[in-house]
């Protein structure tokens, strides 16, 4: 549905005024992360589902805050998208009716959907349009009484934050290894030789440029197989269907790159299915267990609610994501990508530790 439409839709459904409140915040990031002048913004969200709404009102809240600032915005949205269904047409067409190098925000309950002719990746097709973005994903993993816990996320001081990022992407930059260790028994070598970490610190300001928001991390992916160690999962995990917090830790073994033995309770069980289900698809199955990113959380406003874009963003976490690395600078293509969350790490970097 087109804007009008979209905004009937949220008036019926009774989520403008919840879009207009939220859309205080959101006009705040619009120039100090995006610096807009005279761009379009397109901005493509779903309708949710049952008490799950959050993705039609941040769309709204964003096509709210950037009308206020008399910002030329068009708003679309979609029906649910659950994994492995093409997005709607009116999408696709406005998505390949923006002029380069304008913005385009994505809010979604989980994907956004096959673009069919514009490619695999809502990433690569903006790198290749040169529009800036933000991209939040599977956010019907969260009741919609959890909105504030992602504006409160949003609603941060961005400058001292970037500072964070950008230093302790220069660390990882010129390291060589990682060690992360928790109480909880995580202990993990990371080889990081020649690599370059991503400071996702929502500064999108040049062309191509783009990420999640909420924002608040650094990551980095790993060079070949040097990932060896065990590592503890007790934050979130995520796996096919749902980011699930943590009740029993999942213990998963690390051997030259590759995830050996996961033991837990039931959270390990989902994992370890999905891992299964995904090596069953999957043209090469064994990529599907390799480790290929640590991250560390950064944002001092987000905290671990059940969705893996708000969950890794937590200041005091660290992450690992299992399977597909490719799109950030490693070699590892898999069908999936998994963020497990683990809390109160100490991480060195070629023996020094990383003051955060």
């Not at 009008?4 to 403008?16: D, E, F, P, R, T």
């Not at 001292?160 to 990022?165: E, I």
């Not at 809390?343 to 955060?356: F, Q, R, T």
């Given at each position: 549905?087109?804007?009008?439409?979209?905004?009937?839709?949220?008036?019926?459904?009774?989520?403008?005024?919840?879009?207009?409140?939220?859309s205080?915040?959101?006009?705040k990031?619009?120039t100090?992360?995006?610096?807009?002048t005279?761009?379009?913004?397109?901005?493509?969200?779903d309708?949710?589902?049952?008490?799950?709404?959050?993705?039609?009102?941040?769309?709204?809240?964003?096509?709210?805050?950037?009308?206020?600032?008399?910002?030329?915005?068009?708003?679309?949205?979609?029906?649910?998208?659950?994994?492995?269904t093409?997005?709607?047409?009116?999408?696709?067409?406005?998505?390949?009716?923006?002029?380069?190098?304008?913005?385009?925000f994505?809010?979604?309950?989980?994907?956004?959907?096959?673009l069919?002719d514009?490619?695999?990746?809502?990433?690569?097709?903006?790198e290749?349009?040169?529009?800036?973005?933000i991209?939040?994903?599977?956010?019907?993993?969260?009741?919609?009484?959890?909105?504030?816990?992602?504006?409160?996320?949003?609603?941060?001081?961005?400058k001292?934050?970037?500072?964070?990022?950008q230093?302790?992407?220069?660390?990882?930059?010129?390291?060589?290894?990682?060690?992360?260790?928790?109480?909880a028994?995580t202990?993990?070598?990371?080889?990081?030789?020649g690599?370059?970490a991503?400071?996702a610190?929502?500064?999108?300001?040049l062309?191509?440029?783009?990420?999640?928001?909420?924002?608040?991390e650094?990551?980095?992916?790993c060079?070949?197989k040097?990932?060896?160690?065990?590592?503890?999962?007790?934050?979130?995990?995520?796996?096919?269907?749902?980011?699930?917090v943590?009740?029993?830790?999942?213990?998963?073994?690390?051997?030259?790159?590759?995830?050996?033995?996961?033991?837990?309770?039931?959270e390990?069980?989902?994992?370890?299915a999905?891992?299964?289900?995904?090596?069953?698809k999957?043209?090469?199955?064994?990529?599907?267990?390799?480790?290929?990113?640590?991250?560390?959380?950064?944002?001092?406003?987000?905290?671990?609610?059940?969705?893996?874009?708000?969950?890794?963003?937590?200041?005091?976490?660290?992450?690992?994501?299992?399977?597909?690395?490719?799109?950030?600078?490693?070699?590892?293509?898999?069908?999936?990508?998994?963020?497990?969350?683990f809390?109160?790490?100490?991480?060195?970097?070629?023996?020094?530790?990383?003051?955060?």
């Open positions: 549905m087109d804007t009008i439409q979209a905004v009937q839709w949220l008036k019926a459904n009774s989520l403008y005024e919840s879009a207009e409140k939220t205080f915040f959101l006009k990031i619009l100090p992360c995006f610096g807009i005279d761009e379009k913004i397109l901005i493509v969200g309708q949710g589902f049952d008490n799950n709404r959050i993705a039609p009102i941040l769309s709204g809240a964003y096509y709210l805050a950037a009308k206020s600032l008399n910002i030329d915005t068009k708003l679309v949205l979609q029906e649910f998208k659950p994994r492995g093409n997005a709607d047409e009116e999408v696709v067409n406005a998505l390949s009716g923006l002029p380069e190098k304008n913005v385009v994505v809010n979604m309950s989980d994907k956004v959907g096959s069919g514009l490619g695999k990746s809502f990433r690569k097709f903006c290749k349009k040169k529009h800036r973005w991209s939040a994903l599977s956010l019907g993993d969260l009741d919609t009484s959890k909105l504030g816990n992602v504006i409160e996320a949003i609603d941060v001081d961005y001292p934050m970037q500072a964070v990022h230093r302790i992407k220069q660390i990882l930059d010129d390291g060589k290894e990682i060690k992360a260790t928790s109480k028994g202990n993990l070598h990371y080889n990081i030789d690599m370059k991503i400071a610190d929502g500064n999108y300001k062309p191509g440029t783009g990420g999640n928001m909420p924002a608040g650094v990551y980095t992916p060079n070949g040097g990932v060896d160690g065990k590592v503890v999962i007790d934050g979130s995990s995520r796996n096919h269907q749902h980011t699930l943590i009740k029993e830790p999942i213990t998963l073994k690390i051997e030259e790159g590759s995830i050996t033995e996961i033991n837990g309770g039931e390990a069980k989902k994992l370890e999905t891992l299964k289900w995904a090596e069953e999957a043209t090469h199955p064994k990529s599907v267990y390799r480790v290929g990113e640590f991250g560390i959380g950064l944002n001092p406003k987000a905290k671990i609610i059940g969705s893996t874009l708000v969950d890794e963003k937590a200041l005091g976490t660290a992450h690992i994501g299992i399977g597909s690395n490719y799109w950030f600078g490693g070699s590892i293509y898999a069908i999936i990508h998994l963020d497990q969350i809390k109160a790490p100490e991480i060195k970097v070629d023996g020094k530790k990383l003051e955060i």
